[in-house]
């Protein structure tokens, strides 16, 4: 899956971000950038790392609503704990992990997925449990096999991105094409039932 971002130059973009980050930081950049004030050249790396963080969940925001998606759970504090954006369709609901890297393991989305000892790709449901509570949706969506988690990753160009993700299905034993899905269980009439979310891979260079 390729998000596609409105036609508009990158600058407009990262633009509207600034501007809303202005007018309504949720996820908490304003205190970063005033940081980069200091000479501390290795504290300033986390800072723009946040930066970089905040801006690709905003677009992860930004496509999905595009799309129709409604918020469930909108952003928050850039490295808070929790999914970056829970959406739904009024039928799946989509977690939303964003990411502003130049390479991505297995061990970066360890909260979210797993390989189980019988090599089987995994759900943490604990991690779920914890950070969709209260979300009706999700908790529906959950018990009937109706989510999906999408790992959006905007890199320095799309063929980066691409490629990233390509490294990280290989690292689960698996291949982008075939459809992949994370296994979990829930308990129906006192019965371990399985039950499957679709992992869902965007590439973006935005």
Known sequence: MVGRLPEESRFIRVSEFAAS??????????????????????ANLGRLSNIKGA??????????RVEGWETLRPRHAVNAPGYDLIVTDGNVVRLIEAK???????RDVRNY?????????????????????????AENAFRAGNLQIEILINSSTLSRSEGIIESLVREMGLTQGAGILARYEVVVDGVSVPRFVEVVFTPLSG
């Open 21 to 42: 980050s202005l007018d309504n930081d949720v996820a908490r950049i304003i205190s970063q950038l005033g940081g980069l004030a200091h000479a501390d050249d290795t």
């Open 100 to 106: 502003a890297r130049q390479a991505l393991r297995l």
């Open 55 to 64: 801006y690709a969940e905003w677009l992860a925001e930004q496509l999905r």
């Open 113 to 137: 997925l797993y390989i189980g000892s019988d090599g089987l790709l995994r759900l943490i449901t604990d991690y779920f449990d914890q950070f969709s509570a209260g979300i009706g949706a």
